[in-house]
């Protein structure tokens, strides 16, 4: 069975930083793309970031683009997300999400995980 | 960036009706070289995360009930559910892979008339 388990999410003032961590278990971590979707408290989805199977390929959203960094280690079936300067408008449940592709075979989100919420306030 | 435009925002159907959501793309998700359409369909119940129902715009994922289906191609998309049941009470949002950034549909509330 797929799971995706984040954590590290909190209450954090604006400038600071965090780092967010998703555990996968149930399929081989190391073939697929992986993906940050956010979604702000009532709001719709948001695609942050994407990374490709063998850690390459880094791609974010405009909004978050040289504040969040995304890696992955495959010896650990983690995957990561550091977010820096922080602001309010980043306050959202943060989803680690699998790609159904794998290795370069571009293909659309599948399994999602629970989410961790990260909230922005002074 | 790709802007998803789905409507309507919210729809009330009956139970055993069918639904129909739309979607609109700013501009073509269709690869030509393999004639696939990058778009798929995700179902969000309160409190879970979304999941995927339709890729490839009309390939149903494993498992999901066969009252799904999707249709539509290069930059207009429909998602029907056919036979409403209470358990279809849901968000349901468009997504488009076909280049980053990746984006999704504003999303429509689906509830029981």
């Known amino acids: 069975e797929v799971q995706l388990v984040e954590s590290g999410g909190g209450l954090v003032q604006p400038g600071g930083s965090l780092r967010l961590s998703c555990a996968a278990s149930g399929f081989t971590f190391s073939s697929h793309w992986m993906h940050w979707v956010r979604q702000s408290p009532g709001k719709g989805l948001v695609w942050v970031s994407r990374i490709y199977s063998d850690g390459s390929g880094a791609t974010y959203a405009d909004a978050v683009k040289g504040r969040f960094t995304i890696s992955r280690d495959n010896s650990k079936n983690t995957l990561y997300l550091q977010m820096n300067s922080l602001r309010v408008e980043d306050t959202a449940v943060y989803y680690c999400?699998?790609?159904?592709?794998?290795?370069?075979?571009?293909?659309?989100?599948?399994?999602w995980g629970q989410g961790t919420l990260v909230t922005v306030s002074s | 960036d790709i802007v998803m435009t789905q409507s309507p925002d919210s729809l009330a159907v009956s139970l055993g009706e069918r639904a129909t959501i739309n979607c609109k793309s700013s501009?073509?998700?269709?690869?030509?070289?393999?004639?696939?359409?990058?778009l798929a369909w995700y179902q969000q119940k309160p409190g879970q995360p979304p999941k995927l129902l339709i890729y490839?715009?009309?390939t149903r994922e494993s498992g999901v009930s066969d009252r799904f289906s999707g249709s539509g191609s290069g930059t207009d998309f429909t998602l029907t559910i056919s036979g409403l049941q209470a358990e279809d009470v849901a968000v349901y949002y468009c997504?488009?892979?076909?280049?980053?950034?990746?984006?999704f549909g504003q999303g429509t509330k689906l509830e029981i008339k």
């Open positions: 501009q073509s998700v269709l690869y030509s070289p393999s004639s696939e359409n990058y």
């Open positions: 997504h488009q892979y076909y280049t980053p950034p990746y984006t």
């Open positions: 999400v699998r790609d159904k592709g794998v290795w370069y075979t571009s293909s659309c989100p599948d399994y």
């Open positions: 490839w715009a009309s």
